[in-house]
């Protein structure tokens, strides 16, 4: 069953607009879930929505957003007046500037859906957006409602769709100077610069995610079965790693550890040696 989209609108450059739908890039339905349990009955425990002075129950027609003002009330907001809120990117994702997808920092990207287009008759203005964004390298930045939040979308060509991202806004990044600043400059010794250089070439490799699994959820999974069969948890396999005293000691562990024997490198044992016939002399006649 297809995934349903979380968002339908039109994606507008200039005067050229067309369908299209977000849709999750990523999900989380295959990660162990937990119930609240009674332990005493066995049953699930039932979350209610109560009211915090009176401790009673409060029906689902009676919950209101409220904002809260100075003086400790409640403004109420009714679901339709939030819908009402007039903006532009509620239903149009408009591209307003193009920006080299190099100077996009990491930190601000958030999460990220799939945008395709939605009929046939949108498919070339959708192609024609995607195509140049690619011949140029560039990533499209625009705006879009979801979820009542008016969020910001970098959009950047992927196959034959275009990869939208939620962009935070700067009051969302802490500065990295709260955290930085305390951490000295330390001048670090060439030879001990060299070792870890050459630790990471040695662990050099390319990003394939299929290598990777979670490996917390692989234990819950075998904690699971463990527990259902009768059979004690299984113990944990990995050890805490220990404080570093010597670095430099270390670091010359670390790099016999990694040392792979190369067959390029390999020296010939003495049964594998092949010796050079003897050469017999001739002797020249007289």
Aim: hydrophobic residues 35%; glycine residues 4%; proline residues 6%.
């Amino acid at each position: 069953m297809a995934p349903r989209p979380n968002w339908k609108g039109f994606l507008k450059l200039s005067l050229v607009s067309c369908s299209v739908a977000l849709y999750p890039a990523t999900t989380t339905s295959q990660r162990v879930r937990f119930n609240i349990i009674n332990r005493e009955t066995g049953n699930r425990i039932r979350n209610e929505v109560v009211d915090a002075e009176t401790g009673e129950p409060v029906a689902q027609e009676d919950r209101v957003k409220g904002y809260k003002l100075d003086n400790d009330e409640y403004l109420l907001l009714e679901d339709e007046e939030l819908d009402n809120v007039a903006l532009e990117s509620t239903h149009t994702i408009d591209i307003e500037e193009f920006v080299p997808i190099s100077d996009v920092d990491r930190i601000y990207l958030d999460e990220s859906y799939y945008l395709v287009p939605q009929e046939e008759v949108a498919q070339e203005a959708f192609a024609v957006i995607r195509e140049a964004m690619r011949e140029e390298d560039l990533a499209g930045l625009a705006r879009v409602v979801i979820y009542r939040r008016e969020r910001i979308l970098l959009l950047r060509p992927r196959g034959k769709g275009l990869l939208a991202t939620a962009v935070r806004y700067k009051s969302e990044v802490r500065e990295e100077s709260d955290y930085f600043d305390d951490i000295p400059d330390i001048k670090i010794p060439s030879d001990m610069l060299k070792l870890a250089t050459h630790i990471l070439e040695s662990k050099k490799g390319k990003f394939e995610p299929e290598k990777f699994e979670d490996r917390y959820e692989n234990a819950l999974t075998d904690l699971i079965k463990a527990k259902r069969a009768g059979k004690p948890a299984p113990a944990p396999s990995e050890a805490r790693p220990s404080n570093v005293i010597n670095l430099m000691d270390a670091l010359r562990r670390s790099a016999q550890a990694d040392r792979r024997p190369s067959s390029t490198h390999r020296k010939a044992t003495p049964h594998h040696r092949k010796r050079a016939p003897a050469r017999r002399k001739v002797k020249k006649a007289s």
